[in-house]
């Protein structure tokens, strides 16, 4: 499997695609990184203590707030990074 894209999550801040992932994850045996859905810092939780992926990549969640979804470029603090990251499997 060279590289795997669901786009019908992408940008809807819904939560990853889990079934995807774990389909990916049990297809190969390279780390992989995973975007495309992430509607919470806890999404990224549930990809590396479930998952055990390298890496998440989100747009949207940094972007847009709100009901509106109103454009207010943000980023997760020091410690909400910490909390995130406390959990990845080595």
């Given at each position: 499997?060279?590289?795997?894209?669901?786009?019908?999550?992408?940008?809807?801040?819904?939560?990853?695609?889990?079934?995807?992932?774990?389909?990916?994850?049990?297809?190969?045996s390279?780390?992989?990184?995973?975007?495309?859905?992430?509607g919470?810092?806890?999404?990224?939780?549930?990809?590396?203590?479930?998952?055990?992926?390298?890496?998440?990549?989100?747009?949207?969640?940094?972007?847009?707030?709100?009901?509106?979804?109103?454009?207010?470029?943000?980023?997760?603090?020091?410690?909400?990074?910490?909390?995130?990251?406390?959990?990845?499997?080595?």
């Amino acid at each position: 499997m060279r590289g795997k894209h669901e786009l019908d999550c992408d940008g809807e801040m819904k939560g990853f695609d889990l079934q995807l992932v774990r389909d990916v994850r049990a297809a190969v045996s390279v780390p992989i990184t995973v975007l495309g859905g992430a509607g919470s810092l806890g999404d990224f939780s549930t990809l590396f203590q479930e998952f055990g992926v390298i890496g998440g990549a989100a747009g949207s969640l940094f972007v847009f707030k709100g009901p509106y979804r109103a454009v207010l470029i943000n980023y997760p603090s020091e410690e909400e990074r910490g909390k995130i990251l406390s959990v990845r499997v080595p």
